[in-house]
């Protein structure tokens, strides 16, 4: 399955990876972005995602944070990973990857 789009949500930040037409954007703001450089993203973002499960969920704290990946295939099928409070022991290194794809297109 070829990917189209990742859209990724931490409370009310959302960064929007289009592979189609190879754009970054964030903070309402496009950034055009080479096709190699998707291709490392996706494949460093599928190795981290592998193994995650649906939800992440903490329910020991009422206030706090939440997140959501939604991954759209071309074939308009999608897995969605989300949580509250609770993110997955390799979340950070996808916050890095996210950051390191932001500062590639700047």
Excluded: A, C
């Amino acid at each position: 399955m070829d990917v189209k789009e990742i859209i990724f949500t931490k409370n009310n930040d959302k960064l929007i990876i289009d592979f189609l037409k190879q754009k970054v954007i964030y903070q309402d703001i496009i950034y055009i972005i080479e096709k190699d450089l998707l291709k490392k993203y996706l494949k460093n973002f599928m190795n981290i995602t592998f193994n995650w499960q649906k939800e992440y969920i903490n329910n020991t704290l009422i206030d706090g944070y939440s997140w959501e990946v939604l991954v759209l295939f071309n074939d308009d099928s999608f897995k969605k990973y989300k949580g509250h409070n609770l993110t997955p022991d390799n979340f950070e290194v996808l916050r890095r990857l996210n950051d390191n794809l932001l500062q590639g297109v700047r």
